[in-house]
């Protein structure tokens, strides 16, 4: 997930607040999720404030426990590499993770791990809208998570911020 739409200015980027749609639209994630029948076993949250605040608005949407996330300084700066690395990372006794990071990160890491074969709509949504605040693309892993490179998950949904 993208984290959702944040204010346009702040004393720095690590501190822009989420803007009143960003928190409504992250809760709308959140119910999306949840009707999806996902409930997470690990968080990936970049430790901007940001995504920070994402996280805490898509769990009170999930009705999730705010406490499981990580927040983690190297998601924020990561490059594509660089979260593919921290993903593999993940205990291999996680069954459902959510991550929540920036742009063109976030779009990049989908698109190279979709392996193109799962659902056509969410695909050419996700490819033809690209990657707006607020959007969540659900992808099904069969490999272990240190395993985890590019076209190793199938995306079964692709969801837009707007609430």
């Not at 992250?26 to 995504?51: K, N, Q, W």
């Not at 300084?73 to 990071?101: C, K, N, Q």
């Amino acid at each position: 997930m993208r984290h959702a739409r944040a204010e346009h200015s702040a004393p720095t980027d690590h501190v822009r607040a989420l803007a009143d749609r960003g928190r409504s639209d992250a809760e709308a994630a959140g119910r999306r999720l949840r009707e999806h029948g996902l409930a997470p076993d690990a968080v990936l949250v970049s430790d901007a404030l940001r995504t920070r605040q994402t996280w805490e608005h898509v769990a009170l949407g999930a009705g999730w426990d705010e406490d499981l996330a990580d927040f983690s300084e190297a998601l924020y700066a990561a490059g594509t590499d660089s979260a593919f690395d921290l993903l593999r990372e993940t205990d291999a006794s996680v069954r459902t993770l959510v991550v929540i990071g920036h742009n063109p990160t976030m779009a990049s890491l989908a698109e190279l791990v979709d392996d193109g074969e799962g659902d056509a709509a969410a695909t050419t949504g996700m490819l033809t809208r690209g990657f707006p605040t607020a959007a969540v693309a659900v992808f099904t892993v069969e490999c272990v998570w240190a395993d985890l490179g590019p076209g190793r998950a199938r995306l079964d949904a692709f969801h837009l911020g707007d609430a």
